[in-house]
């Protein structure tokens, strides 16, 4: 029969080789065209390959190993969807029937001294330790090989609790109830790190190695945002079919304030300046396979549903693994949310080439003076961090301030209602 070579597939000129994370199928499972067969972590995205026809697979890598482009690393039978996967021959000859099979030697040896048959229990435990009674010296009665005889004869310690416990009983006492010893947990683990996590290690390392990297604080009163979202968060969910979240609000003030401030939208290249005049906003997603930072696109074009609508889709394939190199390339600016774990205050790190990172925070209902009297308000403290070399303190304080101040303003025309 014909047969279909799986191979690791090009995923950019970038990317090089990746890890094989995981297998959806066993070896000699009958798989389905366009069935997931596995899963691929490479230093910038995870990526899963399918089946290109149907057809029985024969597995050809590892599951952890490192793996080349191009790398075959299973193969396909291709025959019709029919049938189950077939037996083992070995394990159909496993299942034949016990009275096929020749006697075991203990269950016609008898007691070399009393001339009776050997009791169920020593029959038992001569037929799995393959230890003959009849060369096993009895201390029974009568001379008769018990069960403890055979125990010591297999090696098994004389004070072990079950040697214990077999002895009183062949002298007709009630074994004690041996203690369960506590099970030593392990003090440490070690595990290698996964591709994406080393190279967002190095990304880490390198920002803060290469950049002037300084922080500057805010903190938004979030309750035009907070009454917004309360009030029409039922018509704008039936008008979108999606619901209205925090995010949408803070890249759209993004927007407005790079577009005032234009030097935070820029990246140092070399000793050139690259000022950029679009608007793709990266948003940070944590995931069990580290943080990625998928783009949204024409940020400063579309509504607040169109961004909810692509922060969706993002978050659901960076958590599913199906995020592209396209996916996460061309950002200008990135937001990061510690807030929704709880975080109060914190200073991001840049995301080089980009010369700015917004971080928000927690929402806290906390006391503050509004026109001279003390009034209790839902608090957000935000921090932005910048590179010094290319943004002045002035550029990046105006620009957080600009943020501050779309926040407060929000309106409803922003909602597109």
């Known amino acids: 029969m014909p047969t279909l070579d799986v191979k690791i597939p090009s995923m950019g000129e970038s990317i090089t080789s990746g890890v094989l994370a995981k297998w959806h199928v066993r070896d000699g499972d009958f798989v389905k065209k366009d069935q997931p067969l596995f899963e691929l972590e490479t230093d910038k995205i995870t990526t899963e390959g399918t089946a290109e026809a149907a057809g029985r697979v024969a597995l050809k890598a590892a599951m952890g190993s490192e793996v080349k482009i191009g790398q075959l690393v299973a193969t396909i039978e291709i025959v019709a969807e029919t049938g189950e996967r077939k037996p083992d021959a070995g394990k159909q000859g496993v299942t034949a029937s016990a009275s096929s099979l020749p006697p075991s030697p203990s269950e016609s040896i008898r007691s070399p001294v009393s001339g009776l048959r050997n009791p169920p229990a020593v029959r038992r435990l001569a037929a799995e330790t393959g230890i003959d009674p009849a060369t096993v010296a009895g201390t029974g009665k009568g001379g008769r090989v018990t069960k403890t005889d055979l125990l010591a004869a297999a090696g098994a310690a004389a004070q072990t609790p079950e040697v214990k416990a077999q002895r009183a009983e062949d002298r007709g006492q009630k074994p004690a109830s041996p203690e369960p010893e506590p099970a030593s947990p392990a003090r440490y683990t070690r595990r290698k790190l996964t591709p994406l996590r080393q190279r967002l290690a190095q990304r880490l390392v390198q920002a803060q190695r290469e950049a002037a990297m300084l922080t500057t604080f805010n903190e938004v009163d979030m309750s035009a945002v907070r009454d917004l979202r309360v009030k029409y968060q039922e018509p704008f969910t039936k008008k979108h079919g999606i619901k209205l979240g925090f995010m949408s609000f803070f890249v759209k003030a993004v927007v407005r304030a790079l577009q005032e401030v234009p030097a935070v939208n820029a990246q140092l290249d070399g000793d050139t300046v690259v000022e950029n005049h679009y608007h793709d906003i990266g948003v940070a997603v944590s995931t069990d396979r580290g943080l990625m930072v998928p783009v949204l696109r024409d940020c400063d074009r579309v509504s607040f549903a169109d961004i909810e609508q692509q922060l969706a889709t993002a978050a659901q394939k960076a958590r599913e693994g199906k995020m592209t190199l396209a996916d996460l390339e061309g950002g200008v600016f990135t937001i990061t949310n510690g807030g929704v774990f709880g975080s109060l205050l914190s200073t991001p790190i840049l995301n080089a080439p980009q010369c700015a990172i917004l971080g928000m925070h927690a929402i806290q209902d906390r006391p503050v003076a509004v026109n001279g009297q003390v009034v209790i308000r839902p608090m957000m403290y935000l921090a932005l961090s910048y590179d ?27 909602l597109g209602l």
């Open 388 to 414: 010094h070399r290319i943004v002045d303190g002035r550029e990046a304080v105006t620009f957080l301030v600009k943020v501050k101040q779309a926040i407060e303003a929000s309106t409803l025309q922003q």
